[in-house]
């Protein structure tokens, strides 16, 4: 039987399913990009490239060596296809223009280089986001391509996956018909389908979210963690094991591969920071993965990709994964 590998099955949906063949190039230039990046982090200490850079991204976050080096990677693999007007990274305060010198295409890439880069010194799975969306009409301007082009909700989005990389490189995407998994076989080069469909069951026992910030969490918050820890005794009458890895890739990979709800809420640390995580590098691909898969995303109040976004770096409070989680937590808030 001969295996399906990411080219084979992009050039299947270009017949099938109408997926532009710009959009196919694209994906595979990414998942190229994301090989390079898996073969970066596998080496580690060997080409000494664990540790801090010294520096800080626009989050006023340290900067690893690696992020710096996976950015580097995504946008110089992506610069010169012809397939993009323009790029956001999470590590980049500006939007990213294609140089002059090279054709542009219909669509932006949006993408978190190296999350979960805080764990890459402790040899725990990293990974990249990445979300594709369809340039606007700029109706023949010329000159740079500005932030408001990239400020379009998750709704808009033509196609979103990540890469984990993990005990195996893995690939998951979707290009709005649900949700394929690719594993990285190193021999062969390629990535190869070995998880077709993927479903988010719709109960679990499972939750994902950071103890330590528990004082700090709104009340519909409290009460639906409280609920969880309560188990058997307590009003949802089942035990709730708790998972946390503090990488939003690894966290979301084990919910769509066995269930569980992910949560980063809101805090009342920094009024002026209504979540932790992307809105447009994290939230939104990863939510309109985990709808693909059958499971539900919201900010606590509304769906994630109904969000309007307002700025490239926005942060929201993001819960996700199983369906019947998501939507009690949801509707607690709602109250």
């Known amino acids: 039987?001969?295996?399906?590998?990411?080219?084979?099955?992009?050039i299947e949906q270009t017949r099938s399913?109408?997926?532009?063949?710009?959009?196919?190039?694209?994906?595979?230039?990414?998942?190229?990009?994301?090989?390079?990046?898996?073969?970066?982090?596998?080496?580690?200490?060997?080409?000494?490239?664990?540790?801090?850079?010294?520096?800080?991204?626009?989050?006023?976050?340290?900067?690893?060596?690696?992020?710096?080096?996976?950015?580097?990677?995504?946008?110089?693999?992506?610069?010169?296809?012809?397939?993009?007007?323009?790029?956001?990274?999470?590590e980049m305060d500006q939007a990213y223009q294609i140089p002059g010198r090279y054709p542009k295409g219909a669509?932006?890439?949006?993408?978190?280089?190296?999350?979960?880069?805080?764990?890459?010194?402790?040899?725990v799975s990293v990974g990249t986001i990445f979300s594709v969306l369809r340039c606007p009409d700029r109706n023949g301007a010329t000159g740079d391509l500005g932030e408001e082009a990239f400020l379009q909700p998750g709704t808009k989005q033509v196609a979103a996956g990540y890469a984990i990389y993990g005990p195996q490189t893995m690939l998951l995407l979707t290009l709005g018909n649900g949700v394929k998994g690719f594993t990285l076989d190193r021999e062969l080069g390629s990535f190869v389908l070995t998880h077709d469909d993927i479903k988010v069951?719709?109960?679990?026992q499972e939750f994902a979210v950071n103890m330590s910030n528990q004082r700090h969490w709104e009340a519909p918050v409290q009460?639906?963690?409280?609920?969880?820890?309560?188990?058997e005794s307590g009003p949802l009458e089942k035990n709730y094991n708790m998972r946390w890895i503090a990488s939003m890739v690894a966290d979301v990979h084990r919910i769509l591969t066995r269930g569980g709800v992910f949560m980063y809420p809101r805090d009342g640390r920094d009024p002026a920071m209504p979540g932790k995580l992307r809105l447009m590098y994290e939230a939104n691909p990863m939510s309109f993965?985990?709808?693909?898969?059958?499971?539900?995303a919201t900010n606590g109040t509304q769906r994630i990709l109904d969000i309007q976004p307002t700025s490239l770096h926005q942060r929201v409070p993001v819960f996700l994964g199983s369906k019947e989680e998501v939507?009690?937590?949801?509707?607690?808030h709602q109250e």
Request: glycine content about 8%; hydrophobic content about 40%.
């Open 1 to 10: 039987m001969s295996r399906i590998t990411l080219s084979r099955y992009l």
């Open 17 to 90: 399913h109408n997926t532009p063949a710009d959009l196919r190039f694209l994906i595979e230039v990414v998942a190229r990009a994301c090989k390079a990046i898996s073969h970066a982090v596998s080496k580690g200490a060997l080409d000494d490239v664990l540790g801090s850079m010294g520096t800080e991204n626009v989050q006023g976050e340290v900067q690893k060596k690696l992020d710096v080096m996976s950015n580097e990677i995504l946008l110089e693999a992506n610069e010169w296809g012809g397939h993009l007007a323009g790029m956001a990274s999470e």
């Open 107 to 123: 669509y932006l890439l949006v993408f978190d280089p190296l999350d979960g880069s805080s764990n890459i010194d402790v040899n």
């Open 201 to 204: 069951p719709e109960t679990t």
């Open 223 to 231: 009460r639906y963690v409280n609920e969880l820890l309560a188990g």
């Open 289 to 296: 993965i985990i709808e693909q898969a059958g499971g539900a």
């Open 327 to 332: 939507e009690r937590v949801t509707a607690y």
